[in-house]
């Protein structure tokens, strides 16, 4: 009985790191995740510019985009960008998921949390906005082939028109899907960089407390020999 049990929950661990191991055949390309301001703000404009015409990102509210210093925007820009939007709206895109259904076949996922949620994370997007091949088989159709898409026949058309861009423009479109990367990576976890900086806070203070004790110490053993 109890062996049963040990050999079931071993197969149950290895089964889903196998299943994870199958879909990584494509090594992925660097991001470069930057929370640098002005690498966040690039990333917001290519998200509201292009992504959002298809994908939300409801965890993310327009007053976010202010509140959040990693972001910090006016008022001023905030507003422009919500247009008749409350603050407190998320990131909404205007297309239905009727209308995405019957264009694409499919609803773009909501992509607040696609970072954390894909393996791979950043690099994964970044990869796969710059990962539109042609199909040498000739099955998919030009703009759904995806060498980063697990199966690559993808129901996103090329957002950036990567797929036969002219030389000259490669650094920029890489640049675009870094930028939107290392945003999306933001959004999906934003409090990163207050948790690091606690995180070396809390180290500073218990490295301070070590030499206090220390001295603590010194002064109370001083007589004992
Ligand atoms: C024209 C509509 C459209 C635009 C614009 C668009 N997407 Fe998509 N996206 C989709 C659809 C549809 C899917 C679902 C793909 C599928 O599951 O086959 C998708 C899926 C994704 C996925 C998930 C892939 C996965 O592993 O499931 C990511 C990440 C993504 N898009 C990122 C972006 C980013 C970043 C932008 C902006 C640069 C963008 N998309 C622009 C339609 C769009």
Redesign the pocket.
Known sequence: MKRTFLIVAALMMFVPMTALASGSSVHLKDAEVSMDQETLRRGLT??TD??M???SAKYITYQGLMDYPEIGLSREAVDELRGDKALMSGLISE?SPED?TES?G????D?SL?VPG?RGGAD??YS??TGYAHDKSGKVEDGNYNMY??GN?????D??AWLDHEADETAELEA??KD??SF?AFIGDPHQEFRRSLGAGVVGFLLFLTFILYLLKREIWKDVH
């Open positions: 290519v998200f292009v992504c015409g298809c994908h297309l995405a694409y499919k609803v773009p996922p992509l696609v894909r994964y997007v796969l906005l898409f697990p026949a993808i129901a996103m058309p957002p950036l675009q899907a939107v990367a999306l």
